[in-house]
């Protein structure tokens, strides 16, 4: 059993910053793979990030080279750096993990959202 906890939500004005972070508890060891995702009102959710335990990233293309994502296993925290936040970034974001290293996410935080004014 995981458990994961999102914070540093907020509202932001536009070209601001925020970092989120997550903090897992329970069997972290199952985690392979790390993420954030994020989902709009009347969009699909999307995964915005995501780290495997050998570090490799991925990033969707609307946030490329604004946000960064990091992992610490040792701490079992994940951290999303947001930087010049745009409106279309206004969203709840969800950390997630993943078993696998590819598959779909097996655990879910409860979301936290994120607010960037115009």
């Known amino acids: 059993q995981v458990q994961l906890v999102e914070s540093g939500g907020g509202l932001v004005q536009a070209g601001g910053s925020l970092r989120l972070s997550c903090a897992a508890s329970?069997?972290?060891?199952?985690?392979?793979?790390m993420g954030w995702l994020r989902q709009a009102p009347g969009k699909q959710r999307e995964l915005v990030a995501a780290?495997?335990?050998?570090?490799?990233?991925n990033y969707a293309d609307s946030v490329k080279g604004r946000f960064a994502i990091s992992r610490d296993n040792a701490k079992n925290t994940a951290t999303l750096q947001m930087n010049n936040l745009k409106p279309e970034d206004t969203a709840v974001y969800y950390c997630?993990?993943?078993?696998?290293?590819?598959?779909?996410?097996?655990?879910w935080g409860q979301g936290t959202q994120v607010t960037v004014s115009s």
């Open positions: 329970g069997s972290t060891g199952s985690i392979n793979r």
């Open positions: 780290i495997t335990n050998g570090g490799s990233r």
């Open positions: 997630a993990g993943d078993r696998s290293l590819w598959g779909g996410w097996d655990y």
